[in-house]
């Protein structure tokens, strides 16, 4: 049987890069190196030449006439549509640049190694050929020169994996009881790819008086966190900042879980406020939604509304069984079709858990009508 390969376009103004990303990518015989361009302009013009061409561009940020946002930006203004996945050592440095193209709609980034040494580890390598996988709808596990598996490393277990365990608990859903104004509430919301870019369609369109605190994890690297939470807070009424340790909760502010923290709710003093961690990752996340979740089980809020958006595996689901079993919850999924990856709502829609499925742009509203204003 012959394979069709999918077809990649590098763009990169380093001779060294493009030959050492092109080599990750020939290793996976399901994957094509199809062209190479030095900078934006030249992609561009690769691009609207054959715009059906390219499955996935990887895409420096800093390149010399045209640089990952200008090209993202013009991509935009002629409405073309490209699965993008950013691979910069300014995905690290500059988390600004790297939420800046999340936004304009890059699929996904993968922090470039600072030396050409460290790029041909095992980890980069793997992290390339999963991201281009996801991205491209193909299994995750390359069919030649297959990918060692590194605890911390792993982009997290599987939609099919998490079914199986869920299943097999026999989950039996809980009915949502309607409470009243007065009541504990509390929101927690998960995402991971394609995350930062569905949550300025939610977090802007909350009120500033939303009758909860939200918590949330966005699968991202320490560095970046920082970055996204001070782009929201910007572009929205309702608060919003990096959760520090000791953070006490209050109503109309949303807190996100900072990269590479576990990120816990604990009572001290009778007030809720935010534990963080530098645990060792779960499934391969740090921040893991699950934790958070399970962190919930033991509280005493008359109402907790779980939002699971657009992401790949099924973080999250198995913390909702847990709250579902001990609380009173309202489960609020991204539909199919809104979704960058339908991965996290699918797993959790599909596990009985989900009370209403919304397209991206109405999941604020339901929220709002579930948890009310102040």
Known sequence: MVIKKKNILIVDDSALMRRLISDIIKSDERLCVA???MNGLEAFDLVT?????????????????????????QLNKIHLKQKIIIVSTLAKEGAKET???LELGAFDFVTKPESFIEARNEIFRQKILETIAVATNLDINPTKAPIKKTDSKQIGFSAAKALQEIVSAKVVRKEHKSVNKGAKKLVALACSTGGPRALQQVIPKLPQNLDAPMLLVQHMPKGFTNSLAQRLDELSQIK????????I????????APGGNQMRLVRKGGKYQIALSEEPPRN????????MYESLVNTDFDDITCVVLTGMGGDGTLGIKQLNEKRNIYVIAQNEATSTVYGM??????AGLVDQVEPLEDVAAAITKNVGVQ
Do not use: H, S, W
């Not at 909760?249 to 996100?256: A, D, L, N």
């Not at 391969?284 to 934790?291: F, K, T, V």
């Not at 709502?345 to 599909?350: L, N």
């Open 35 to 37: 062209d190479l361009a």
């Open 49 to 73: 030449l054959n715009p059906r061409k390219y499955d996935t561009i990887i895409l420096d940020i800093n390149m010399p006439k045209m640089n990952g946002i200008q090209f993202l930006e």
């Open 99 to 101: 939420i800046q193209c």
């Open 240 to 247: 919003v900042k990096e959760a520090a340790q000791g953070d």
């Open 249 to 256: 909760i209050e109503k109309g502010t949303v807190y996100i």
């Open 284 to 291: 391969g996340l740090r921040p893991c939604a699950d934790i």
């Open 345 to 350: 709502p699918k797993v959790v829609a599909e």
